[in-house]
């Protein structure tokens, strides 16, 4: 037998591995904010719907996403490079957007809607209850949140 007949030029030349797929429409801020959006609510699907990303992710970007993080070393080691070279101040902005989870929501609805009340009654919770609320709440954002449970009617006292 003779030599082997030679490759076509095309197949002898490696290719680099391709990049991991939508490496880039992923940005630092995002990973934060779905990283703390499903430990709040440990629900993709919540996430999915309730979060506002830098872009239009479908479920199952979000969902492949997520994996990605929890099992593949590569895009999790970049991404955690990523995310500890955001600025404190957006680490802080990304904070207050992640979603209230059930507990959270239970107790608030526990306020009563009137007499209206003030932020010091929001202080108080917080301080009653520091395992239940996501440590980046601020009194404002439980006030916030609860004028809109009290505007949807979701308070206990309301009908």
């Known amino acids: 037998p003779g030599p082997p007949p030679a490759l076509p030029k095309r197949l002898k030349k490696s290719k680099p591995s391709p990049a991991p797929r939508d490496l880039g429409r992923w940005k630092p801020a995002d990973d934060l904010l779905l990283i703390n959006a499903v430990l709040q609510t440990n629900d993709l ?21 997520w994996y990605s993080l929890l099992y593949d070393p590569v895009i999790c080691k970049l991404s955690c490079q990523a995310m500890r070279q955001l600025h404190p101040e ?19 609805t526990r306020v009563p809607s009137s007499p209206v009340p003030s932020l010091d009654t929001f202080q108080q919770l917080l301080q009653r209850h520091p395992a239940v609320f996501y440590p980046a709440r601020t009194p404002k954002a439980l006030q916030l949140h609860w004028q809109l449970l009290r505007q949807y009617h979701l308070l206990q006292d309301q009908t």
Not at 45 to 65: A, D, M, P
Not at 90 to 108: D, N
Request: net charge positive; with cysteine.
């Open 45 to 65: 699907t919540s996430v999915h719907l309730g979060v506002k990303f830098s872009c239009r992710f479908t479920l199952r970007e979000i969902q492949e996403r």
């Open 90 to 108: 957006a680490v802080a902005a990304i904070q207050s957007k992640v979603l209230f989870s059930k507990a959270e929501e239970q107790l608030l």
